[in-house]
């Protein structure tokens, strides 16, 4: 069974500064990778997503991750952060045939001016 | 906005109740799927739906039932309510059922249970 840990339960940071937000994923198979943003009081949104192809996917608002498969890992960076990334992260991991995707728990990115 | 609705916005209620939760998911989006978000278990999937028909399962609770109806909306039904299920539920939608397409989530449905 596939699952996903988020490595931080909460992140603070500077404005201006680079952030990572790590997670690891196992799995057998090949997967899917996913990260969604959740503001305060809203519902989840996509940032980026892996399916196939190159191993770094760039995203919205500035972010990127890289797919790294020997580490099984999928870790997201933003060079630089503003107030307003301050929000929940969560990791996402689904395979083919397993029709639903599985969700860390999530990080607390917390930007601090 | 992600174009996925979801009624009520909050809803407060007594234990041993039952209450009906409802989502419209996007136009053209034929999978809808809940879950449950709390403090300390979570994002949680609950189950998903494809045009209709019950598609996954997810660790959902037998007091909790859902389906999805012809024009697409989809209702989730929790009864026998416990103070442990309020929480925030989530719908999202997206437009197949493959696992490679991503999920629009509504602003969800704040449950607190008295």
């Known amino acids: 069974a596939q699952s996903v840990t988020q490595l931080d339960s909460q992140v603070p940071v500077f404005e201006e500064a680079p952030v990572e937000l790590r997670c690891n994923y196992s799995s057998s198979v090949s997967v899917y990778l996913f990260w969604y943003v959740q503001y305060p009081n809203q519902g989840l949104q996509l940032l980026l997503k892996y399916l196939s192809g190159s191993t770094l996917v760039k995203g919205i608002n500035g972010f990127e991750a890289e797919f790294n498969k020997s580490q099984t890992s999928f870790h997201l960076r933003k060079p630089s952060v503003h107030i307003s990334d301050t929000a929940e992260y969560f990791c996402a991991v689904s395979k083919s045939g397993g029709f639903k995707t599985i969700f860390g728990a999530g990080t607390r990115l917390f930007v601090k001016a | 906005d992600s174009g996925v609705t979801q009624t009520p916005k909050h809803l407060i209620t007594a234990t041993g109740q ?70 925030l539920y989530f719908c999202a939608s997206s437009v197949g059922t493959s696992e490679h397409y991503e999920q629009y989530f509504g602003p969800g449905t704040r449950l607190t249970v008295t």
């Open chain 2, 18 to 87: 039952r209450v009906t939760l409802r989502c419209s998911p996007r136009s053209g989006d034929l999978s809808v799927y809940w879950y449950q978000q709390s403090l300390d278990q979570g994002l949680q999937f609950l189950i998903q739906y494809y045009n209709g028909e019950e598609r996954a399962k997810g660790n959902i609770l037998e007091r909790f039932s859902a389906q999805q109806f012809p024009d697409l909306h989809s209702e989730l039904n929790l009864s026998s309510l416990e103070l442990g299920d309020s929480a």
